[in-house]
Structure formats: structure tokens, C-alpha cells
Nanobody, 121 residues
Framework: QVQLVESGGGLVQAGGSLRLSCAASGRTFSVYAMGWFRQAPGKEREFVAAITLSGGSTYYADSVKGRFTISRDKAKNTEYLQMNSLKPEDTAVYYC??????????????WGPGTQVTVSS
């Protein structure tokens, strides 16, 4: 089992930046990939970004390409999401996720409680 805790959310103005962190604990040795998802009021949860822990390959949703960057620190068992040029439509609860399955097609197994990101216009 892996425990995930997000931090770094808050209120920022449009055009500003924010960096989210996700600290992982427990059985982290076999984790294949970690990622970020978000859910805005009245909308379904959507994929934002992901990174494989073995090769470090990254993946992004079209809506955040060029603005967001995902990274990880192996020593700290922590992943980050650097968010630049934030827009009001980025407002959502952001969730950290992890999975053991060694495939991009396997659903994520574990989730953090989420952190609120609010971008004012």
C-alpha cells in the first residue's frame, strides 16, 4: 500500500505560478508511475500529467502542455507539478495518484486526498 499526501495548493491570480508536491510513503519500491488529476465543480475528474518512475517518461494533457511540468525526486519519494501561466479554468481540486501496474493502460490504484487550486481572474 502507498500513502499519498498533496501540498502546495492555494489562491493565485491569473498568469501566476504554483508548485504542487506529493509525498509518497509505505510500499513505494514497486510503484510504476505517479500522476496528477484534477476535478473542477460540475465536471468529471480529468488527467493532467504523469511520469514513470523507472525511465522518467512524462505525459501531459493537451490543455496544460507548455505550462505545467511534472517531475520527481527519488530520494524524497516526492513528485511535483510546476504550474505556470495559470488560468481561471485551471481551478480545481488536484489529486496525486500512483499505480503498481507496469503499463500505461493500467488504472491508478492509489490516490491522495487532494489539494485545492483556485485561480482568480
Amino acid at each position: 500500500q502507498v500513502q499519498l499526501v498533496e501540498s502546495g495548493g492555494g489562491l493565485v491570480q491569473a498568469g501566476g505560478s504554483l508548485r504542487l508536491s506529493c509525498a509518497a510513503s509505505g510500499r513505494t519500491f514497486s510503484v510504476y508511475a505517479m500522476g496528477w488529476f484534477r476535478q473542477a465543480p460540475g465536471k468529471e475528474r480529468e488527467f493532467v500529467a504523469a511520469i514513470t518512475l523507472s525511465g522518467g517518461s512524462t505525459y501531459y494533457a493537451d490543455s496544460v502542455k507548455g505550462r505545467f511540468t511534472i517531475s520527481r525526486d527519488k530520494a524524497k519519494n516526492t513528485e511535483y507539478l510546476q504550474m505556470n501561466s495559470l488560468k481561471p479554468e485551471d481551478t480545481a481540486v488536484y489529486y496525486c495518484a500512483a499505480k503498481y501496474g507496469s503499463s500505461l493502460y493500467v488504472p491508478y490504484d492509489y490516490w491522495g486526498p487532494g489539494t485545492q487550486v483556485t485561480v482568480s481572474s
